[in-house]
């Protein structure tokens, strides 16, 4: 089997990734490929943080009518839903795995601590880190480059519904082009959403390198961790 090219990294997936199909709710068949996919990789030697967003029960703008605070918070108990669900699927393929909650939740995961967040990664489980980080107005994007620059993460692994970054969107238009790097700089000067201004700022300035990849196809996460040309890497 080809060796991994990092030994710890922090996957970030959106909760539309998880809905599959159906576009909202949990679509078992969706989440238990791309957990057989983690499994892989953490029996590769890889130790694996993830962050979940809540996109495919709730997301802060829908509640456009209600205030902004109690809309995102609303979004953080659905990462809370999707983390469960993927620590179900783990533990079903033999992975022991942890949910970690910014917002304290005992009697189904355990609160936001480091030290003991680092303990199970170094013990070969996987962490999934829900609730964002905790407070309104900051993304699950913050989130995973918050809690990968507080793990020491060597890369942080984002999951979209497009393989790569490009110029615009190819879906729109067909004269995109797609990018094999760039900077953060040039991500953030050309506005390119690849996450939310907050987020690449914060990698940027803790030198974190970013791949962008399409997780359609839940093989490239293999692929990404074996160092082979897929998506977009962003440093």
Known sequence: MQEAKYKRVLLKLSGEVLAGEQKTGVNAETVGKICDKIKEIVEMGVQVAIVVGGGNFWRGRN?????????DYM?????????LALQDALEARGINSRVQTAIEMREIAEPFIIRKAEKHLAKG???????????????????????ATEIN???????????AVYSADPKIDKTAVKYEKISYLEVLEQDLKVMDSTATALCRDNNIPLLVFGISDPENIVRAIKGEK???LVK
Do not use: W
């Open 63 to 71: 509640g456009h009518q209600m205030e902004r605070s109690t809309a």
């Open 75 to 83: 979004g953080m108990l659905a990462t809370a839903m999707n983390g």
């Open 125 to 147: 489980r996987v962490v999934i880190f829900a609730c964002g980080t905790g407070h309104p107005y900051f993304t699950t994007d913050t989130a995973a480059v918050l809690r």
């Open 153 to 163: 993460a060597e890369i942080i692994l984002l999951g979209k519904s497009i393989d």
């Open 230 to 232: 897929i998506g977009t």
